[in-house]
């Protein structure tokens, strides 16, 4: 009886995270950038037997063991989100068609929506994703999709939240002249007044294993192993265009959203009279058995 109670608290909690992801993606909707949260929830003992090396060859299987549920992680989907005309000089927006293609058989790879695909031999890829390269005040570099960009007192070109955007040679950039005149062609290079390229490329970093980036708020991302995350600047045949005068929404489904969030608060209804339902019957059975 006591495991039902374990059980159906531990759906509980993982449907309050659920719920609770769930509501960050819809509060961020129209948050620039914005890449969805999608909950991954994993049977607990079996979670727990995976981590002390139950499930590795060799190991001998003795059945499902189900007594609860763990929401496990959070993973991000990096699918390309809607463009939206501004027509600022300083905004910017990234057009990714990158790994769409098997090199080895000439087809798509057919992806996630966590931009996994698992191919017939058991092996996962994942779609490279293209970030915008910033820099905070501790010299640490991390990756948005927001390219929302401003210009300060300094000229130098700034994220919405003030970090420095960096150039393909690592330092931030610096503009010159008059900002409305600001041209940025479509692989990233700040065009002089006569159309030819100035020398400086906004940094764009591609992350091959994007799984491996850490969300480090504020819209941006940190890869704690760069290698990992196989962080390597954008190079030339890449299937990528920078969009000025544009900028990436959020890639929030709101429809999809609003039946995720309706089915967590059921499933957590139906855990708690299940509790409610254990409950009554250790309290018939303490007071009323217990009296025989």
């Known amino acids: 009886m006591l495991r039902g109670l374990y059980t159906a608290s531990a759906g509980m909690v993982t449907q309050q995270r659920i719920h609770d992801t769930v509501t960050q993606n819809i509060s961020n909707i129209n948050t620039t950038g914005y890449k969805q949260v999608n909950s991954v929830a994993r049977s607990f003992p079996e979670l727990f037997i995976s981590a002390i090396g139950g499930d590795q060859p060799g190991s001998r299987p003795i059945g499902k063991m189900n007594s609860g549920v763990f929401a496990e992680e959070s993973l991000s989907s990096f699918t390309q989100g809607d463009l939206r005309e501004t027509g600022k000089s300083t905004d910017f927006a990234l057009i990714s068609s990158l790994g769409l293609q098997n090199p080895a058989t000439g087809q798509n790879y057919v992806f996630d929506a966590s931009g996994k695909s698992v191919q017939d031999d058991g092996s996962v890829v994942y779609r490279p994703q293209a970030f915008f390269t910033v820099q905070d005040d501790q010299g640490k570099e991390l990756y948005t999709r927001d390219g929302s960009f401003h210009v300060n007192a300094a000229g130098q070109l ?3 939240e003030g970090y420095e955007v960096l150039g393909a040679d690592g330092n931030p950039v610096t503009i010159d002249g008059a900002v409305d005149r600001l ?3 479509e692989e990233g290079y700040i065009l002089n007044d006569d159309g030819t390229r100035s020398g400086v490329q906004l940094r764009i970093s591609v992350a091959t294993q994007p799984n491996q ?5 504020h819209g941006v991302f940190e890869a704690p192993d760069a290698a990992a995350a196989g962080i390597r600047l954008l190079q030339n045949g890449d299937a990528l265009q920078v969009r000025q005068g544009s900028i990436e929404g959020s890639n929030v489904d709101t429809a999809q959203s609003m039946v995720d969030l309706m089915a967590a608060q059921r499933a957590y209804e139906a855990n708690q009279q299940i509790i409610q339902y ?8 303490v007071n009323d058995i217990g009296r025989v």
């Open 278 to 285: 254990y409950d009554r019957s250790l309290d018939k059975a």
């Open 213 to 217: 980036l850490v969300r480090d708020g």
């Open 158 to 160: 700034l994220s919405a």
């Open 183 to 185: 041209k940025v062609d």
